[in-house]
């Protein structure tokens, strides 16, 4: 699997570990949103990281000839960098995509290539509908429109070469091992820290939250049971805006839940994002265990206090480069 060592890719180590007997290779650039730590104390014997690059063919060459099939989560995926330097989005996330879409295709492995839901643009707050399989994509960011590209470039070599792929979107992720650039874990550090959480704008921006651990839960249901060619949405019926979610971080952290400050809003910031996973609950019986965000986001906040060790040395840094931007 590409990614394993980032955020969400990690989650899905420790998942197929916990619930499976496979035996996993992460290939993973070990890039800044990267740890080794979270895959310490995996077993040795099933879990193996090649430190590498997806878009350097003779590195991602082998390694797919060895193994049965390629669980791709692989991504820059930060929309704030995105806007700063697209051009790490545009290598990882298209030419790297290509690099494994070529090695599959020469082998003949299957590959589930994991996206975003940011690809089909946003939703106006007042309107009732979700994103579907079928909503026509509409990415408003660099990083967005790096994704769609790539989803493109999976469904093209499925139809054109048989490639045997399929596609999951999915919807704002939270948990264990997330960078503390990211939304719901910054505000917590900040907590910790004595620092007013930060709010973009107003706050009403809507996403559709998801554990980790349940992303981890479909994607493996996908693997196994997905039809080739289809696309299937992950989300968890998770709506909430930003400024329930940072009231919800300080009440639960003990705190006066209107204790945080509002800063600069992002350049084309997305207004609601929201999921209809029907299809993958109806056709493949996935259901996620976390349906009450207040839990999952008390057991988000448990980690954070516990792993300090591990997003600390980060901490300066990351609010040093949203202070010069006003955020």
Known sequence: MTGGAGFIGSNFVHHLVDHTDLRITV????????????LA???????????GDIADEDVVDPLVAAHDAVVHYAAESHND????????????????????LEAVRKHDKRLHHVSTDEVYGDLELDDPERFTEDTPYNPSSPYSASKAG???????????FGVRATVSNCSNNY??????????PRQITNVIDGIRPKLYGSGENVRDWIHADDHSSAVLTILEKGRIGETYLIGADGEKNNLEVVRLILTL??????DFDHVNDRA?????YAIESGKLRQELGWSPQFQDFESGLANTIKWYETHEDWWRPHKDATEAKYAEKGQ
């Open 27 to 38: 290939l993973d650039k070990l890039t800044y949103a990267a740890s080794k730590e979270s």
């Open 41 to 51: 104390g995996l077993p040795e014997d099933r879990v193996q990281l090649v430190v």
């Open 81 to 100: 960098n995105s806007l700063n330097d697209p051009s790490p989005f545009i290598r990882t996330n298209i030419l790297g995509t290509y690099t494994i």
């Open 150 to 160: 790539s989803d493109h470039l999976v469904r093209a070599w499925v139809r054109s």
């Open 175 to 184: 948990g264990p091992w997330q960078h503390i650039e990211k939304f719901i």
């Open 253 to 258: 952290m003990g705190k006066d839940a209107d």
């Open 268 to 272: 084309g910031h997305d207004m609601r």
